[in-house]
């Protein structure tokens, strides 16, 4: 798989808007809206507007190595606005063909595996492994088979076998009710095939982003049609962290901004944190992602 040399920029707007019933007193959050630093994607520019202003506002950079703002709103409030504006430029990753990956056993051998591989070879709170999804996942694992082969036929399968459903599931929706249901959405194809792969032994991580979706010919793009999306790397030695989408059942190129990644979705959540007060809510976000014309 040869790399697009040809570099593309894209502007990202994620906005996420709380409405109270009653009056926040107090409320502190953590945020993870800044796009990684990566070989393949440069982050040009990010802002983050909070309505009503912080308290309080500091940044750091978490375990994985994710951008991570804390702030903290120490006046009574009943809405709460997080914008993050963001600029990247993205080329598309240089990965090795299928076939000349090693023998998916040979990268299963712990002995071999640097620390920051062995980390995401075990269960995280989202992620249980079982011996259901072993069983799955072993069709696509022939004695011998090069790892990325098996992977890519792993990611073909859950994308065939799995209907996208975005009622059918919420972040909080066991792994086991999904693989019997067949139903979900990009978070729940990820984690499943993250499950499938730490059965056999092979560490896989949990990544967040955004997607650019392009209209049907001759059809306006709609403001907000764009939504954060979740998918997964695979490590494979001498090459690094190799990215599969199980949702759309492809390797995550141009069109895949790179937002945070852990051991599951607790790790990378783009917003959580705690409130006094505040009675019932309601939550949207909307996310848009722009690509930028050529310079």
């Known amino acids: 798989m040869s790399a697009?040399?040809?570099?593309?920029?894209?502007?990202?707007?994620h906005t996420t808007r709380y409405d109270y019933s009653e009056s926040v007193a107090v409320s502190h959050h953590m945020a993870r809206l800044s796009p990684r630093v990566?070989?393949?994607?440069?982050?040009?520019?990010?802002?983050?507007?909070?309505?009503?202003?912080?308290?309080?506002?500091?940044?750091?950079?978490?375990?994985?190595?994710?951008?991570?703002?804390?702030?903290?709103?120490?006046?009574?409030?009943?809405?709460?606005?997080?914008?993050?504006?963001?600029?990247?430029?993205?080329?598309?990753?240089?990965l090795p063909a299928s076939s000349n990956t090693p023998p998916w056993?040979?990268?299963?051998?712990?002995?071999?595996?640097?620390?920051?591989?062995?980390?995401?070879?075990?269960?995280?709170a989202?992620?249980?492994?079982s011996t259901e999804l072993r069983a799955y996942a072993r069709a696509a694992f022939a004695p011998g088979r090069p790892?990325?082969?098996?992977?890519?036929?792993?990611?073909?399968r859950i994308h065939d076998d799995f209907t996208f459903d975005r009622?059918?599931?919420?972040?909080?929706?066991?792994?086991?009710?999904?693989?019997?249901?067949?139903?979900?959405?990009?978070q729940d194809f990820a984690r499943l095939e993250i499950a499938c792969l730490r059965s056999l032994g092979l560490p896989a991580r949990y990544v967040s982003g955004y997607l650019e979706t392009v209209p049907p010919a001759d059809s306006p793009r709609l403001v907000g049609a764009d939504s954060s999306h979740a998918w997964l790397t695979v490590?494979?030695?001498?090459?690094?962290?190799?990215?599969?989408?199980?949702?759309n059942n492809l390797?995550?190129?141009?069109?895949?901004?790179?937002?945070?990644?852990?051991?599951?979705?607790?790790?990378?959540?783009?917003?959580?944190?705690v409130i006094l007060g505040g009675g019932d809510h309601t939550l949207r976000v909307n996310v848009d992602v722009f690509r930028l014309p050529e310079s």
């Not at 070989?39 to 500091?58: F, G, K, N, S």
């Not at 056993?105 to 995280?124: K, M, S, Y």
């Not at 009710?177 to 139903?183: G, I, P």
Request: with cysteine; proline share 9%; net charge negative.
């Open 38 to 94: 990566l070989p393949y994607q440069q982050r040009l520019q990010h802002d983050l507007l909070i309505e009503p202003p912080p308290a309080v506002m500091t940044t750091h950079t978490d375990y994985f190595g994710n951008a991570v703002t804390y702030f903290a709103m120490q006046g009574a409030h009943k809405r709460l606005i997080v914008r993050a504006r963001s600029q990247v430029t993205m080329q598309a990753p240089s």
């Open 235 to 247: 490590y494979c030695p001498e090459v690094g962290w190799i990215p599969v989408d199980p949702t």
């Open 167 to 186: 009622e059918a599931t919420t972040v909080a929706t066991p792994l086991a009710d999904v693989f019997k249901s067949r139903r979900g959405v990009c």
């Open 105 to 124: 056993e040979a990268v299963a051998n712990r002995a071999t595996l640097p620390l920051e591989a062995l980390e995401f070879l075990f269960d995280a």
């Open 147 to 156: 790892l990325l082969d098996a992977v890519l036929e792993l990611t073909r």
């Open 126 to 129: 989202l992620i249980p492994v």
């Open 251 to 273: 390797v995550p190129s141009l069109t895949h901004v790179t937002l945070a990644w852990g051991r599951d979705y607790t790790d990378v959540s783009p917003i959580h944190g």
């Open 4 to 13: 697009d040399t040809k570099p593309v920029q894209y502007e990202v707007v």
